[in-house]
């Protein structure tokens, strides 16, 4: 047994309360009020990667949410590997639907419930424990190793599309090791080889200076409502295809091997019928539910507003209307071209007596796709055949991590993920859970990988 090993097994009661310690900061970027306790998280994250036994650590400011970067480079001729992590959390709304409270961690079934447990708080943690106790039994690591967690990525990252380039020579890497994702099933693997991109714009309509009464103004001034409406309308087909103009035009086809990989992963259609609640799936024709969610470009209303609201009747002919849209952007599709196809495409197709803005929104990242032959992805496929004792399934996330794009933009490497949640731990929902023994697996496999990208 190697002494790391050992040395894990004997420190998990402390991991398990720093893990909870770690849980109860309620650092939700999204929410200015809590701007304080994700400062509080880089602040703990900082100490705590001290204390593992990395060095030259800091927390940078980026012009939002910090980032907390430290690494232990006495390894020549070895490659320099960063591994990154995010310390930030989504909101916890509705609360009245958490068991018990998001942010006051609670075990149950060997399983840890709280808001981060498994996005990203449990999993960023493991790859800490798996340095200290590589470091504290042998005092060196098999690679040069940096640490880069950020307190922004559940917000899209907004600010380190310009900090990136500017620490290119602090943030330099041969590979990234992601601990943002996880496994297929607890005894099934993945590689993750693709995430899709994406983009958000908001559209203001308006009309009048004010409400009007509806009575009287009715069938004489335009009711910005109807206007979206119709502008959002217009930017799907029958089918669920994106009409907008120019929008599919960079989009690269699925190939046939594409194709057969993305099939060879276990599906069931009936079932995700079910358990999502939903009289059947849509969705662009041609492609199966799969290649759509992973594959294929979207645009999505994601909230629209306006008029009155509340309980009763009132009847005012609204003087303004508002909706936000994000869409998913798949390889070469770049952000910037699809806010300027929409806000073309709003410009063309607004009804007379409104007018209408587009407002680009801060979330843009650039899909990414992971090369074959990427050294990474093949050490991390390695250690999973070991560790499930069968061949990972290639997949693609339908989400994003703007990150993962920069780092392969601005340092030339490319990101592995190398995590252990599982899609059934609730991340964004109420109830978030991780499981204690992915939690412990994962520091014992952070060691293994280590170990072989040394070799």
Not at 182 to 206: A, F, H, N, T
Not at 236 to 250: A, I, K, N, R, W
Request: net charge negative; proline share 8%; charged share 20%.
């Amino acid at each position: 047994m190697p002494m790391w090993n050992r040395y894990l097994e004997q420190h998990q009661p402390r991991f398990l309360a720093e893990l909870l310690d770690f849980l109860r900061i309620p650092s939700i970027s999204a929410i200015s009020a809590n701007a304080g306790d994700v400062q509080r998280a880089a602040e703990w994250v900082a100490a705590r990667v001290t204390a593992a036994g990395m060095e030259h650590v800091q927390i940078l400011p980026t012009g939002g949410h910090p980032v907390v970067y430290a690494d232990w480079l006495h390894a020549p001729g070895t490659p320099t590997v960063m591994i990154y992590g995010h310390f930030d959390v989504q909101p916890v709304d509705p609360l009245n639907l958490w068991t018990t409270p998001p942010f006051e961690p609670d075990i149950r079934d060997d399983k840890v419930f709280a808001r981060g447990a498994s996005d990203d708080k449990g999993n960023m943690l493991v790859p800490i424990l798996a340095v200290e106790a590589m470091l504290k039994t042998a005092g060196v690591l098999p690679v040069n190793l940096k640490f880069f967690f950020e307190g922004q990525e559940e917000i899209g990252s907004p600010q380190l599309g310009e900090f990136i380039p500017k620490q290119t020579q602090l943030l330099a890497c041969d590979m990234v090791l992601s601990s943002d994702g996880g496994q297929w099933s607890e005894s099934e693997p993945l590689i993750l080889v693709g995430l899709r991109g994406g983009c958000g714009v908001q559209i203001d309509v308006r009309a009048a200076r004010a409400d009007l009464h509806s009575g009287m103004y009715g069938g004489v001034v335009q009711n910005p409502i109807h206007a979206l409406a119709a502008i959002i309308a217009s930017m799907h087909g029958p089918d669920g295809t994106v009409t907008v103009d120019g929008f599919y035009d960079e989009v690269v086809p699925l190939t046939a091997q594409d194709r057969a990989r993305i099939a060879k992963v276990p599906y069931d259609e009936s079932a995700e019928v079910e358990a999502l609640d939903v009289p059947t799936l849509f969705g662009e024709a041609g492609y199966t539910p799969r290649e759509r969610a992973w594959a294929r470009p979207t645009l999505e209303v994601n909230g629209i507003w306006g008029g009155f609201q509340s309980e009763g009747i009132k009847t005012v002919l609204p003087s303004e209307a508002h909706a936000k849209i994000t869409c998913r952007l798949v390889a070469d599709q770049t952000p910037s071209r699809i806010v300027d196809l929409l806000q073309t495409h709003v410009a063309s197709h607004t009804p007379p007596g409104v007018t209408a803005t587009v407002a680009p929104l801060a979330f843009r990242a650039f899909p990414y796709l992971v090369p074959e032959d990427e050294p990474g992805n093949a050490a991390v496929r390695a250690v999973l055949v070991e560790l499930y004792g069968q061949e990972p399934y290639n997949v693609r996330s339908g989400g994003s991590i703007p990150v993962c794009s920069l780092f392969q933009r601005h340092l030339g490497a490319y990101t592995a993920s190398f995590a252990f949640g599982l899609d059934d731990e609730d991340i964004h929902s109420p109830n978030e859970f991780f499981r204690l023994a992915s939690f412990r697996k994962g520091q014992a496999a952070y060691c293994t990988l280590l170990e072989r990208l040394g070799t």
